[in-house]
């Protein structure tokens, strides 16, 4: 009797002991969410549309860690600003704010990130101490060990949304290492200048009588192609050279 009570233990501790490892682990919970993503209807998954930005900042970070194909953190590498999809040499407050964020972000996760804004030295004047610096003249001609670079973009989306794309990518061959999509809907998108602007509609001129009775002003424009009768030839000339039968 004891002997089969000691085989049900054993059994019982065991598949406890299976199930506790088949757990989800924290890349499939990120990979599942990522996935879960209802696209064909109209956002049936709120979930995954976030609405504070600090939630849609640490999404980027997670899938950043969990895509990464290169599997090693060891790399160091740079962040650049999130741009606008539209202008890609542009960005704006709300770009430098991702961008600055993910400093934070990818270091928790063991990521070895520079900043390579650093001055020589530290600049001091009425206004305080500064090291960080946009200004090209200030910064350093080289970043040592670094081949990995953080890009990113951000574009107005349907529904009042907004886009955020983000990827890893070698500096050297362009190729990516790791990737990250997500959907924000800002709460007040005046916060960062990110509203959608209204088309307005145009005005019935029937409702107040101002309908014009004149024909419309429409037409070819007829301009100059600044070339004279006797230096352009026609399409019948061969090679540019042609007599004066052929010149119009």
């Given at each position: 009797m004891k002997y089969?009570?000691?085989l049900f233990v054993i059994f019982f501790l065991s598949g406890c002991y299976s199930n506790y490892n088949k757990a989800p682990s924290y890349e499939n919970y990120v990979l599942?969410?990522?996935?879960?993503?209802?696209?064909?209807?109209?956002?049936a998954n709120v979930d995954n549309i976030y609405q504070d930005l600090n939630g849609a900042i640490v999404a980027v970070a997670d899938q950043l860690?969990?895509?990464?194909?290169a599997k090693t953190k060891n790399t160091r590498i740079i962040l650049t600003s999130f741009v606008d999809l539209n202008k890609l040499n542009k960005t704006t407050t709300f770009g430098r704010l991702i961008s600055e964020s993910m400093f934070n972000e990818l270091h928790i996760r063991k990521f070895k990130v520079t900043d390579f804004r650093g001055q020589e030295a530290v600049s001091v004047n009425a206004d305080g101490e500064f090291h960080i610096t946009r200004d090209v003249e200030r910064l350093k001609d080289y970043i040592d060990e670094t081949n990995y670079i953080v890009v990113g973009t951000y574009v107005k989306f349907e529904n009042n949304t907004i886009l955020i794309n983000a990827r890893i990518l070698n500096s050297e061959?362009?190729?990516?290492?790791?990737?990250?999509?997500?959907?924000?809907?800002?709460?007040?998108?005046?916060?960062?200048?990110?509203?959608?602007?209204?088309?307005?509609?145009?005005?019935?001129?029937?409702?107040?009588?101002?309908c014009s009775t004149t024909k419309p002003n429409y037409g070819i424009d007829i301009v100059t192609?600044?070339?004279?009768?006797?230096?352009?030839?026609?399409?019948?000339?061969?090679?540019?050279?042609?007599?004066?039968?052929?010149?119009?």
């Open positions: 089969y009570l000691s599942n969410k990522v996935r879960s993503s209802e696209y064909t209807k109209p956002y860690l969990i895509t990464n194909i061959t362009g190729k990516i290492i790791s990737t990250a999509r997500v959907i924000y809907k800002p709460v007040d998108c005046s916060l960062f200048d990110m509203c959608f602007k209204k088309k307005k509609k145009p005005k019935d001129c029937k409702l107040n009588n101002s192609d600044n070339c004279s009768k006797v230096s352009c030839p026609t399409q019948q000339c061969k090679d540019g050279i042609c007599d004066n039968s052929t010149l119009y």
